[in-house]
């Protein structure tokens, strides 16, 4: 059964993180990234995410989620940090990524207790949109379209479609999805911990080629440079102010596909600023895992995701790469 996003599970998950909400904050946005400081990569993790059985627990998520995003922003309370993230008035989409259906995409827990904050912060359900490259993945994944203005949105690309004109920078030219282009004020993103048999990882960098027509082109050389001159597009680099990678389960070979046998359960989520340290955050972690397995590193499979640097050098300043510039916290 497909679990609907609807204003009597906020209600569910405010009473699980009873006091976990505290008043405050401003409407100050997010800086853009600056090469001059530190960036902050929040690495959560909850043991007992899940308990005793396998399905996660909505409030403990919630709860890792808080410590995430106060610990991102430095706020005195979580109310204040999504405050930070957008304000009342500007529509917000959440980027997932539903390709591998629902064993390895962003979880529909996880996307509702996101909600949840947001409209504790102010930004009402209307203003919500979830959404994705096609309908049927989404559907796959668990989530449940919809498009009545009035409530919290969930669609493909292709219910709106693409612009007609090209966005083009470097390597790549392409056209845009309507939603990124003309529904969205600002966008979450919300990968996967995962291994990318093409492109060696797919986090937050790549989780932005479900906001293009023709992604198909871009997979030669490992996706370099083509990964980092999509996130060069203006309306992805404008609007994408946080991404949250699900590291609840996440999978070290096989992917995008959902290849169980190897996937493991990390039970946390990866919180960032910085697209571009968030990937190379992740990477280590998968490589570090596929070293407890006996795996050759991807360097060594000839599928090292180059593009992260890439989007770190001085033609596109998206983050930084340099793991003595980036500040992991743990929570």
């Given at each position: ?64 989620l ?92 292709d ?63 490992v ?13 992805i ?38 697209p ?17 397995k ?13 593009y ?24």
């Open positions: 059964m497909r679990q609907r996003l609807e204003p009597n599970r906020r209600e569910f998950l405010k009473k699980c993180a009873a006091g976990a909400m505290l008043a405050g904050g401003t409407h100050g946005l997010p800086a853009f990234f600056s090469a001059r400081e530190k960036t902050r990569v929040v690495n959560a993790h909850d043991p007992l995410l899940r308990g005793a059985g396998s399905s996660l627990d909505s409030g403990r998520l919630l709860k890792m808080d410590r995430s995003v106060q610990a991102l922003y430095a706020t005195d309370s979580p109310l204040e940090a999504w405050k930070k993230v957008a304000r009342p008035g500007e529509v917000v989409g959440l980027k997932v990524n539903g390709l591998a259906g629902r064993g390895i995409s962003t979880s529909v827990l996880l996307v509702e207790v996101v909600c949840a904050r947001l409209q504790d912060a102010g930004i009402p359900q209307k203003d919500i949109v979830i959404w994705d490259r096609l309908n049927a993945d989404l559907e796959s994944a668990g989530f449940r379209n919809a498009t009545r203005q009035d409530h919290m949105r969930c669609f493909g690309n219910t709106l479609g693409y612009e007609e004109d090209l966005a083009t920078y470097g390597s790549v030219g392409s056209c845009l999805a309507k939603t990124l282009t003309q529904v969205c004020d600002a966008v979450i993103n919300l990968p996967v911990l995962k291994d990318h048999g093409i492109a060696g990882v797919t986090m937050a960098l790549k989780n932005l080629f479900g906001a293009i027509h023709n992604p198909n082109k871009y997979h030669l050389n996706g370099d440079p083509y990964v980092a001159d999509v996130n060069m597009l203006p309306p680099r404008q609007k994408v102010r946080l991404h949250i990678c699900d590291a609840t389960t996440a999978q070290y070979e096989g992917g995008p596909s959902y290849m169980p046998q190897w996937t493991w359960r990390y039970n946390g989520l990866l919180m960032s600023r910085d571009v340290a968030l990937d190379y955050t992740g990477w280590q972690i998968l490589e570090q895992e596929r070293a407890e006996g795996m050759k590193s991807l360097r060594a499979l000839g599928r090292a995701p180059d992260i640097a890439t989007a770190a050098d001085p033609n596109h300043r998206l983050g930084t790469n340099d793991p003595s510039q980036i500040e992991q916290v743990e929570v």
